[in-house]
């Protein structure tokens, strides 16, 4: 079979513009399907100022897309930009994306969020149409890109390079829905007839995810787990029932990491260079961490560590919850993230009270938060729910074994040391409590304290083929099948 010719329509991704695991995946996902001998082109808005920030080189193509939306004809101008041999479209908009954040100010979104993404959905799909051949699989993620698979079997069946097209909707979060007053129907010119609980309503408003859902081809998730949970009440978001009519076409693909770039034997930000069966860097990237925490050099003492959004999601009061009786125990915390003001204010005041065992950098450092992968002897993800997780995979590429909650992609990337002593690469916990957690981290503690055991641990999670490979054949299986038919 010929290659597929495939387009990515995204909000973000790295390293163009980023703000979270979203960027990761439609960064890195379409490089492994290139490797595989497949055409792949990435669609992103302009964003001015992330672009220069981020020291991207773009060019103009000379295509300009004249689109009404909101009363105004708006003026896009395409720009095209190759980075590590990918191609990216990109979107120009100034009024509406040459903003300092991708989605709002620190805490809150703008609020025209769905006249800047329904506009870049509607211009994507005419930068897809003219790439000049025709496109055999749309691929699109969250609600800034839900409508445009519904967009695309509703307006743009005319448009013969992408009329037969077929489309794939990846949720990554389904927490984040994108719902909005219904005046914007008419003031966007959105598809009216789909305005009902069948279509895209939702309690009376506009939700761009059931619209996805509703109208695209094929929605995946990204982890088996995940797929099953959102099934669910406790993890539905009001959506379940949904989706358990269109669950039909629905599956899980866990997510990967670029490991050229994730790599601690070529790692420029950590003290030494280390890898499975050489873990000799790791244990002086551990004593370097603990100096910079102002920590006892001590490779006996257990040094956990976290590098998380600081919010109930996270499970960060399962972590506050349980500090103070780990600190008495003689263990090391160290603690990289931002989010909720309240935890960041227990954290710091945990931190100011013991320095000497406990330190926590407010915000996000990219080679801090590497330092701390490399020297953590246990990483710590108590997640409530968690979709795929990045983090974890992380840890492990990095030799630090993960304490984590069986949900979600959590407990299909980490083999629990409960379910194989012989594979495991980390430790389950199922209770969301702080006991239940408590408990992990003890069996954790006494295991790195049975070197031969915390060896053979550590040497499987560096060893885990964390790498887009295996997703990108899932993908492509699904691609596959989809223009089959």
């Keep these: 079979m010929a290659g597929l010719n495939i387009v990515f329509i995204a909000s973000e991704a790295t ?91 620190p805490g809150g979104a703008y609020e025209d969020n769905l006249l800047r993404f329904f506009l870049f959905d509607r211009v994507a799909l005419e930068a897809a149409d003219g790439l000049g051949r025709k496109v055999d699989i749309i691929h699109c993620h969250d609600w800034q890109t839900g409508m445009v698979s519904l967009l695309l079997k509703t307006q743009y069946q005319h448009h013969s390079n992408i009329a037969h097209a077929k489309t794939v909707y990846t949720i990554h979060n389904l927490a984040y829905q994108g719902n909005f007053p219904a005046d914007w129907i008419h003031r966007l010119g959105i598809p009216s007839h789909h305005f009902h609980p069948a279509g895209f309503e939702f309690h009376g408003q506009i939700n761009c995810m059931k619209a996805a859902i509703e109208s695209t081809d094929a929605i995946t998730t990204v982890s088996p787990s995940y797929a099953e949970e959102i099934l669910t009440v406790e993890y539905g978001c009001e959506l379940e029932g949904f989706l358990q009519i269109h669950a ?42 603990q100096k910079h925490c102002g920590f006892e050099t001590s490779a006996d003492t257990p040094l956990l560590t976290l590098i998380s959004r600081l919010a109930e999601q996270k499970g960060i009061d399962l972590f506050l919850a349980n500090a103070e009786k780990w600190i008495k125990r003689g263990y090391q915390l160290a603690v990289l993230g931002s989010g909720d003001r309240k935890n960041e204010h227990a954290l710091k005041d945990l931190a100011a009270r013991h320095p000497k065992q406990m330190y926590f950098f407010r915000g996000f450092n990219e080679a801090l938060a590497r330092q701390i992968y490399a020297g953590g002897d246990i990483f710590l993800m108590p997640s409530r729910f968690e979709p795929c997780g990045l983090g974890q995979l992380m840890a492990m590429r990095y030799g630090a074994v993960p304490v984590v909650r069986a949900t979600g992609g959590l407990k299909d990337t980490v083999i629990d040391y409960g379910s194989s002593k012989t594979r495991a690469t980390g430790i389950h916990f199922t209770r969301a409590t702080p006991r239940a957690f408590d408990d992990a981290v003890k069996q954790a503690c006494a295991l790195f304290r049975t070197p031969r055991i915390w060896s053979r641990i550590r040497s499987n999670a560096l060893k885990r083929d964390s790498s887009w490979d295996a997703s990108a054949a899932q993908y492509l299986k699904l691609y596959k099948a989809l223009t089959k038919t």
């Design 15 to 105: 390293p163009l513009a980023k703000t979270g695991g979203l960027a990761d995946v439609t960064g890195s996902l379409p490089h492994a399907l290139k490797k595989l001998k497949h055409q792949v082109t990435v669609i992103l808005p302009f964003y001015r100022r992330h672009l220069a920030r981020a020291g991207i080189k773009t060019r103009e193509t000379g295509r300009v897309i004249e689109m009404w939306a909101d009363g105004v004809q708006r003026h896009c101008p395409l720009h095209s930009a190759k980075v590590d041999g990918l191609d990216f479209i990109l979107v120009e908009q100034d009024e509406l994306y040459a903003r300092d954040e991708l989605y709002g100010p």
């Design 248 to 289: 039909f076409k629905l599956s899980g693909i866990v997510n990967g990491l670029n490991i050229d770039e994730w790599n601690p034997a070529a790692d420029s930000f950590i003290e030494a260079g280390y890898g499975p069966g050489k873990v000799a860097g790791k244990k002086k990237c551990k004593k370097a961490l």
